[in-house]
């Protein structure tokens, strides 16, 4: 008796420990038959590309185009699970959101289930630096969100290993989309090798903040539109104070970004210079180029030399130390639009946004963020309708209470081309700098950690020679690249 | 009475033994499965990713030794992440062992509150890692910290801490070791297992304090230093949330723990054959360190009951 029961009681152990190890459960997608036959044909062909030696060959490949016959499903309320008849298909998105910028997300999902009671839209948010990972592990599972967002340097990393469906068909298909009606330089940074294969999400070039409280204080003029790297210069000095006569400065004239490298793009673009040659093999001749040593060498100045920017508090990419333009405690902040709205509403803070100074060209860069569709997905039309609607006309107009909407029309009936502080930002797109990871898939392996070092040793030892940590910085990230490229 | 199974015994008792052996298996059959799934499975796995290059998307390419030529000759960061990790190892471990046995003969008092004291210093091994080091950045911030205020008001002006390549290292020790709570409680555990009849014959033989400490209670406690150092050693080499969220490798590499420099590798640039082979070497160097220390664990570890 006590043997049988110890033997039941060691099975239910094992089966419930194995239940709970068990795959997780996928939702269930109900597919009308048309649909199945497109899938396959494309699977197929995508995997084939997929074979990395730096430029992906390009496959033709036929996409037979499918009438989808739409079922209106009358007076069905959103269920829970998907229902037992009625062929409802389930799509999935993926995002990095969180929070607050999750709202209008689902407000476009909200609207986008109205127009098309067929499809149902599944939000699956994934915050911080764990969403590519998680992304990744679900490519390689083939288990990838329907449709997924995807930041500006990660474009290469997942456009070039297949991970997205190229979208120029979708475009001039049975849903086209109109790309004239988008604001310049918003779909550039989704084009890949020739093709278009995502869309833009969100976006903002950088711009500088400026607190008017400050320069209404000490008499000192606004940063105008044109103004240049000695007006910065100028007007950065005029507001370096020591209120206090304490010896420690009270005022700074601009916050700077430290050693953040995507941002110092627009440093070497605005003293005309590029980081990497345009096919994307040599670093060295244009990281250690003349433009790009008196680039570095004006923004360690305004570290070192005229003491116009605080000190950075630490040089950790996530956690943003530096707090003085926050606290009103400086006059200019050198950034992107991410932090506006906090600074609209900030009593230490009476905002005013200026474009870029010019140093020897006007150049800014574009920080970019948007939706593709999964190579894998089962569902790539309903995919398809659900991304046009997401990023053309009907989504802008939920996106323009949030960011600046990508569709022109929109931003200008909502009056943000003309608003003071919103126009700048769309003004700044007229004059954008190619990214640097445009020209090679490597980027962050190469090219970030030697650039980060050098920054840092810069701003850290005052006496360091410029030249000498550039050169050093070329010679690394060429070393890397070369070892990238003969693999 | 000393029971020793010997083989003679149980084959003459043939199936009641196959019944035992097949409750036994039975038994550990969950924990067996899972080592089998999740730790030697992937590890076998691992082993073969690192002769490999991989980046989770393309097929994987076998390379051979590869990733190790790279590692031990074209590497300096597979360097200087271990020099990190090494001088971080060699200062902590000694500190824990040492702070922690203070600690648990301070707390080993017959006091009033002295509970109070023991779940003070216990505490902050419980916060959740990430949470703990985020309040320690703010702590550490060079304008408006904690440290460099209190410092100033004495006078002197606090260093850059994780902002300065010099003292970032010693900031994340001086982080690491607001756990050594953690350490006092097994050395407290310990202390308290320590028969009382050993210190009053002593007492009765004439010994003082520094005596009776140095004779009786450090050659008890070897058992406890041996274990704490074994898990310490392992542990400390593996140092990954801190130095993560903290400084992210840190100024100019000084805070590139071996751990972080294999998640880099891994999930940042995709690497998954290489990084798997820096973890390898990593098992290794710590297997290697931990057989010394338990070879060596003879010559003085005393255990209760031993003639020595």
């Not at chain 1, 939702?27 to 997929?50: H, L, S, Y």
């Not at chain 1, 989309?177 to 604001?183: C, E, Q, R």
């Not at chain 1, 005013?352 to 006007?362: K, Y």
């Not at chain 1, 569902?379 to 991304?387: K, S």
Request: charged share 20%; aromatic share 12%.
């Amino acid at each position: 008796m006590k043997r049988s029961a110890s033997v039941i009681a060691i099975l239910v152990v094992v089966a419930l420990w194995i239940s709970a190890c068990g795959p997780t459960s996928t939702p269930m997608v109900i597919e009308k038959e048309v649909t199945k036959v497109v899938t396959e044909v494309v699977m197929e062909t995508v995997r084939e590309t997929v074979i990395v030696e730096g430029t992906p060959e390009v496959v033709e490949k036929e996409v037979t185009k499918v009438v989808v016959e739409e079922k209106v499903v009358t007076a069905t309320p959103e269920p829970e699970e998907p229902p037992a008849e009625g062929a409802k298909t389930i799509l999935r998105v993926g995002t990095g959101d969180s929070g607050e910028g999750l709202n209008p997300h689902q407000e476009i999902i909200a609207r986008f289930e109205e127009a098309n009671p067929d499809i149902l839209v599944q939000l699956e948010a994934v915050a911080g630096r764990d969403y590519y990972t998680r992304l990744l592990t679900q490519i390689a599972a083939g288990d990838a969100p329907d449709i997924m967002q995807v930041g500006d340097d990660a474009v290469p990393m997942f456009v070039g290993r297949g991970a997205f469906l190229p979208l120029d068909d979708f475009i001039t298909g049975d849903y086209p989309l109109d790309t004239s009606i988008y604001l310049p330089g918003v779909l550039e940074p989704g084009q890949w090798e020739g093709q278009q294969w995502l869309l833009a999400k969100d976006f903002t070039p950088l711009g500088v903040y400026y607190n008017k409280a400050i320069f209404d204080e000490y008499g000192v003029e606004y940063p105008q539109d044109g103004w240049t790297w000695e007006d910065l210069l100028e007007k950065a000095q005029a507001l370096t104070l020591d209120t206090d006569d304490d010896g420690n400065t009270d005022i700074w004239g601009i916050q700077l970004t430290a050693n953040w490298t995507t941002g110092f793009e627009y440093w070497i673009a605005a003293a005309g210079g590029q980081l990497i040659s345009d096919d994307g093999t040599q670093f060295l001749g244009y990281m250690d180029s003349p433009e790009s040593i008196e680039a570095v060498q004006f923004f360690a100045d305004l570290y070192n030399v005229y003491q116009v920017a605080p000190p950075p508090a630490d040089f950790n990419l996530w956690a943003g130390g530096n707090a003085e333009f926050d606290n009103g405690k400086a006059a200019m902040r050198l950034f992107g639009r991410w932090p506006q709205a906090g600074y609209k509403d900030n009593p230490n803070v009476d905002l005013g946004v200026v474009g870029v100074p010019a140093g020897e060209e006007l150049a800014n860069i574009l920080f970019w963020g948007g939706f593709g569709i999964f190579s894998g997905s089962e569902n790539p039309e309903a995919a398809w309708r659900f991304l046009k609607f997401y990023v053309g006309e009907e989504g802008s107009e939920v996106w323009k209470d949030w960011a600046i909407p990508p569709v022109a029309s929109v931003a200008e009936e909502a009056g943000l081309t003309e608003d003071p502080i919103e126009g700048v930002w769309i003004a700044e797109l007229d004059h954008l700098a190619p990214r640097a990871y445009v020209f090679t898939p490597y980027w962050g392996e190469t090219a970030d950690p030697a650039l980060r070092k050098a920054l840092e040793t810069v701003l850290i030892d005052p006496e360091a020679d410029v030249t000498e940590v550039m050169k050093t910085a070329a010679q690394e990230a060429q070393a890397a690249l070369d070892e990238k490229l003969s693999e | 009475m000393a029971v020793t199974f010997r083989r003679r015994t149980l084959r003459r008792t043939g199936s009641l033994a196959r019944r035992e052996a097949l409750t036994f298996y039975l038994l550990i059959s969950p924990w067996l499965l899972g080592l089998l799934l999740f730790v030697l499975g992937p590890m076998v796995a691992s082993l073969v990713i690192s002769f490999t290059k991989w980046d989770l998307l393309s097929p994987a390419r076998f390379v051979g030794l590869d990733n190790y030529e790279k590692m031990f000759t074209r590497d300096p960061l597979f360097w200087q992440s271990l020099k990190v990790t090494a001088i971080y190892t060699l200062v902590y471990v000694p500190v824990e062992l040492a702070g922690g046995l203070v600690l648990a003969l301070l707390m080993n008092q017959k006091l009033r509150g002295i509970g109070l004291f023991r779940t003070i210093y216990y505490l902050p091994s419980v916060l959740p890692g990430v949470a703990f080091v985020v309040l320690w950045m703010w702590i550490l911030h060079p304008d408006v910290g904690l440290i460099n205020t209190l410092l100033s008001y004495v006078g002197i002006e606090g260093p850059r801490w994780l902002a300065d390549p010099d003292w970032a290292l010693p900031a994340l020790l001086m982080m690491s070791l607001w756990g050594l709570g953690r350490a006092m409680i097994i050395y407290l555990a310990s202390l308290q297992g320590i028969p009382q009849h050993l210190y009053e014959a002593a007492s009765i033989d004439g010994a003082n304090r520094w005596q009776s400490f140095w004779k009786i209670t450090l050659p008890m406690l070897t058992p406890t230093i041996f274990f704490n150092l074994v898990l310490s050693v392992i542990s400390t080499f593996q140092t990954f949330t801190s130095a993560f969220v903290a400084t992210n490798g840190g100024p100019l590499d000084s805070t590139l723990f071996y751990v972080l420099y294999i998640f880099r590798q891994g999930f940042e640039y995709f690497n998954m054959g290489y990084a798997s082979a820096l973890a390898w070497v990593l098992f290794l160097i710590i297997l290697a360190l931990t057989l010394v220390i338990v070879r060596s664990a003879d010559r003085w570890v005393y255990y209760e009951g031993e003639a020595r």
